[in-house]
């Protein structure tokens, strides 16, 4: 026998048992975007690596050591996307969206990088992003949030709280560098191998690392909140006041700085403590100059990015009540000579009854196995067409979750039944 092939590391297969978690929190989030505007973009998976290296910036874990980058047969890099915002602006740009005009968009679909994989954190994984652009004032960075926490109402979820922050202009973030550059040196002997590496290039990602045995030096650093420009904290009261407006609570957390380059201003993670340690399941902020950077004019935008596998988790953590379709009827059929029948018949039930789960019987054999197939489909009704049946244009339903008895019916009554049903 020849080997088996195996997955790549870190890549998951997404089974068929898995789609009524996916579909519920796919369905709700697209009906959500859409009830504020969003509309749909879809983006390729591969871009220039150049894009990212630009965007995301060159000091961060992504760019540094997580990229999935090679050269294609033309001998050019190209890098699968690690995360959507790039790709998404890349596109705006290049097909003049952004020109004085606002967008909101939203796209969704696998991202890629190469990271340690554990629960919660795989080499490919699924976001819904959304993203508005062309905003400066503070409603839309509200706004974002607001549409993650109802999401949650929607899915039934319970446990994602809200952790905000403004990390305000790039030119008070340099002062704050200085300040912090200034801290760190003087307690160079107690960073870890990155962090030693980052404070001559990037000293706040320091701020981002996970390293137990960094926290206690992290915890006593100088904080961005002190170096704050007024017209940053503005922005950062209202967005705050705004969310208090509408009852959607959060935690500021002065130490929230966020993996990429790209942020300013406000910057929030909705996390859970039912995930252990992978527990941040949606992440976002402004990113006022991105777009400029990029190459476009000077454009202000906000986003955010959901981990689909992990709010997947946590509807599975939670118990969610997810909705899960089961067949209206199996149809059924006895002896040969009614295959075609049935195939027929099939058909015209779906054209009569709309939204009808139907599954007609395409494997045979006696009535009692099909009947268990039936059984094992988890429908509703059993449908019989049988010899006699089909003389006397009647069909047999053989109601499978309940004990309400058999009925034999003519086409027509069987159709006025099963719209009943359905409806
Ligand atoms: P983390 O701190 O967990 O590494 P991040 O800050 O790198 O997250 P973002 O780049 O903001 O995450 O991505 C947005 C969301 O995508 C995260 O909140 C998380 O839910 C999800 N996510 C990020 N990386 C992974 C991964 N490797 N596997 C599964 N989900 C991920
Ligand atoms: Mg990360």
């Not at 929607?154 to 300040?179: D, F, H, Q, V």
């Not at 650093?221 to 509408?246: I, M, N, R």
């Not at 935008?301 to 969610?320: D, H």
Request: some cysteine; glycine content about 8%; charged content about 25%.
């Amino acid at each position: 026998m020849e080997k088996l092939i195996q997955r790549v590391r870190g890549m998951n297969d997404i089974l068929p048992e898995e789609e009524a978690a996916w579909s519920f929190l796919e369905s709700n989030a697209i009906n959500l975007f859409s009830a504020y505007g969003y509309k749909r973009i879809q983006i390729p998976v591969l871009e220039r690596t150049e894009l990212f290296r630009r965007s995301i910036g060159e000091v961060t874990d992504i760019v540094e050591k997580e990229m999935y980058t090679f050269e294609d047969l033309n001998g050019d890099s190209v890098t699968l996307r690690p995360e959507a915002t790039a790709g998404v602006v890349r596109a705006g740009l290049s097909n003049g969206l952004f020109h004085n005009q606002q967008q909101k968009l939203w796209c969704s679909g696998p991202m890629f990088r190469h990271e340690r994989p554990q629960k919660g954190r795989y080499r490919q994984f699924h976001q819904l992003n959304v993203e508005a652009v062309g905003y400066s004032g503070p409603s839309l960075d509200a706004e974002l949030i607001v549409m993650a926490a109802r999401l949650w109402n929607c899915l039934g979820l319970k446990s994602p709280t809200l952790e905000i922050n403004s990390i305000g202009t790039p030119s008070a973030r340099a002062n704050y560098r200085k300040a912090l550059v200034e801290y760190f040196r003087a307690r160079q002997d107690q960073l870890d191998h990155d962090s030693q590496r980052r404070l001559e290039r990037n000293p706040i990602r320091i701020l981002d690392s996970k390293n137990p045995s960094m926290q206690v030096l992290l915890g006593e650093a100088p904080l961005l909140t002190d170096y704050l420009d007024a017209e940053s904290c503005t922005h950062f009261e209202e967005v705050k006041s705004l969310l208090s407006g509408v009852g959607v609570d959060f935690t500021e957390n002065p130490r929230l700085v966020r993996g990429l380059d790209y942020y300013n201003r406000t910057v929030f993670e909705w996390v859970s403590d039912q995930l252990g340690a992978q527990s941040a399941v949606c992440s976002g902020g402004r990113y006022d100059g991105l777009i400029s950077h990029l190459g476009g004019k000077d454009t202000p935008a906000v986003g955010w990015a959901l981990g689909v596998e992990r709010v997947v988790e946590l509807l599975r953590v939670e118990g969610s009540d997810v909705p899960r379709r089961s067949p209206d009827a199996y149809l059924a059929i006895i002896g040969d000579i009614g295959r075609t029948q049935s195939f027929v018949l099939g058909e015209s039930l779906r054209d009569s009854v709309p939204g009808l789960y139907l599954l007609v019987d395409a494997i045979g054999g006696t009535l009692k196995s099909q009947l268990r197939r039936a059984d094992r489909s988890g429908a509703k009704l059993a449908l019989i067409l049988g010899n006699d049946e089909q003389k006397g244009d009647h069909i047999s339903v053989k109601p499978l979750r309940d004990d309400r008895p058999q009925l034999v019916l003519t086409l027509d009554e069987l159709i006025k039944h099963l719209r009943n049903g359905v409806d």
